[in-house]
């Protein structure tokens, strides 16, 4: 039983899918910065942009315009490359979240394997974080991740919900939740700061958002597509109350209860 005030969970907002439309047909509509300045303006805490090294949606003018234009954070996803931490140490951004990237991926499949690559991402962790950037890695919720991810040095990890997310059944759904719910005490227990996401939407993000050690998520491709039938502040609205509504349940009935609820 959670017996004492969560902290506030904070919403970063994803833009790349707005870059998406923008690009399909090469011109400079749907803005990605005028979708994050509406998104700032509806309570967003956060944005999330994902330089990919492809490019296929957020441009390097893009990031350059946020980081001018933003008056709350913006988080820079971005995959552990010289060439990318040489665009985010000039840049500085509030956050960099380093992430797995293959040019043939649809989406990001997996977490970041840190425990394999160690000594080049504690290379590029430290020139990011001398640039004064706060660093984190974007992993699957893993026991070997997470003490991988302390050991480079690191000051965020955010745990991957795409298995919690894209579960075949209730059942899967439930497991994948307790891998997460594991994840995230572990993290915090070992000093990390704690954020999620991949895949989340209206009806799962509740038990992720009910976990008192997560304090952040971020949401992207299904606000932006749901924004195209309800506007982009009524979903950004509408997914910060969802999330408070979860953290308040959690505060009475416990985070743990919430996913036996839901199971
Ligand atoms: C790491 C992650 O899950 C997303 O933030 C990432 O941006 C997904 O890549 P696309 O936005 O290219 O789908
Ligand atoms: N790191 C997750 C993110 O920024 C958004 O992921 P998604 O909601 O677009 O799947």
């Known amino acids: 039983m959670t017996s004492f005030p969560l902290r506030p969970q904070r919403l970063g907002v994803n833009i790349d899918h707005v870059a998406t439309v923008r690009n399909a047909r090469g ?150 939740m307790a891998r997460i719910a594991r994840g995230a005490t572990l993290a915090a227990s070992m000093g990390l700061e704690v954020h999620a996401g991949h895949g989340l939407n209206y009806d799962n993000v509740a038990p992720i958002a009910a976990r008192p050690e997560i304090v952040e998520l971020n949401i992207g491709h299904f606000l932006i597509g749901q924004a195209i039938f309800d506007g982009l502040p009524v979903v950004i609205r509408h997914m910060k109350g969802l999330m408070s509504h979860a953290r308040s349940r959690a505060e009475q009935d416990g985070a743990a209860s919430f996913m036996e609820d839901e199971g």
């Open 27 to 176: 011109g400079a509509d749907p803005d990605p910065v005028r979708a994050a300045l509406l998104a700032q303006a509806a309570g967003a805490d956060g944005i999330t942009a994902h330089l990919r090294e492809d490019r296929r949606h957020i441009r390097d003018r893009d990031l350059s315009r946020l980081r001018t234009e933003l008056a709350i954070p913006l988080n820079m996803e971005m995959a552990a490359t010289p060439e990318m931490v040489g665009i985010a140490t000039t840049l500085r951004p509030h956050a960099c979240c380093l992430v797995p990237e293959r040019r043939e991926e649809v989406t990001t499949e997996g977490g970041l394997d840190v425990a394999g690559t160690e000594t080049a991402l504690s290379a590029h962790v430290a020139r990011l974080r001398d640039a004064g950037i706060r660093v984190s890695l974007f992993i699957d919720p893993d026991a070997e991740q997470i003490a991988a991810a302390t050991r480079v040095g690191a000051a965020v990890v955010e745990l991957h919900t795409g298995a919690y997310a894209g579960a075949a059944d209730g059942e899967a759904q439930v497991r994948e």
